[in-house]
C-alpha cells in the first residue's frame, strides 16, 4: 500500500470530515500549480531540494497560503537543539540558506542592509542549529561495492531528529489553522 493511501486513510479515521488530497508525486518548479490547484488552509513543507522549495515558497506567497518550511534533518543527532524562527533569521541550516538566498535573489524577498536584520519572510522554519556530522568514509563505493538504490551515502538522518521535527511543524500547522489571530506566515506578504 502506498504510504499516501495509508496515511489518507488514518487521517479519515481521525477525523472523517477532513479534506485530504492524495497526490503521488514530487513537487518540481514546473509542476507545483498543477499539484497545488486546491483551496488549503497551510501547506508544511518537508521537500529535500532547494529549487522545488524556492518554487514551493513563491507559489505560497503569490497565493496568500501560510508556508511552515522544514529544514535539513541530514547529519543531526540531537532533537533538543530544533528551533522555530522566520526563514529569515536562520542559521546553521545549509538547504535553507540556499532557499532564502534564492527567494532573494529571484523573487523580491527582503534583503538585509547596512548590517541590519532583513525583514521577516513570513514562513516560519524548523530546523536544527546543531552542525551537520559528515558521513564518514565507510559509505563511500569501493571498488567491489557500487552504491545503488537505498543507500548510506550522504549525511543519512535519524528517526531522533526526523519525528520532532514533524511534531514541531505539526504544532505550528495546528496552532495557524485554529488561532485566528496567530501569524499566518505567507498572508502578510
Known sequence: ???????????????????VHEIEDFVTVENIAAL???KCDVIVDCIDDAKAKVAL???????????????????????TRIQVTDLAYVSGDR??????????????????????KSAKFYIQAVYSDEPAI?????????????????NCAGYGSSV???APFGFTAAQLA?????QSTSVQPSLKM
Open 1 to 19: 500500500k502506498a504510504k499516501i493511501t495509508a496515511m489518507h486513510e488514518r487521517i479519515m479515521r481521525i477525523n472523517p470530515k477532513c479534506v
Open 134 to 150: 559528515k558521513p564518514d568514509a565507510t559509505c563511500d563505493a569501493t571498488e567491489h561495492h557500487a552504491i545503488t538504490g537505498l
Open 36 to 38: 497545488l490547484d486546491f
Open 95 to 116: 538547504l535553507l540558506a540556499k532557499v532564502r538566498n534564492q527567494l532573494r535573489r529571484d523573487y523580491q524577498f527582503p534583503k538585509a542592509t547596512n548590517n541590519k
Open 160 to 162: 531522533c531528529v526526523t
Open 174 to 178: 495546528i496552532q495557524c489553522i485554529t
Open 57 to 79: 515558497a513563491a507559489f505560497c506567497k503569490t497565493q496568500k497560503i501560510p508556508l511552515i518550511m522544514v529544514g535539513s534533518a541530514g547529519g543531526r543527532l540531537d532533537p
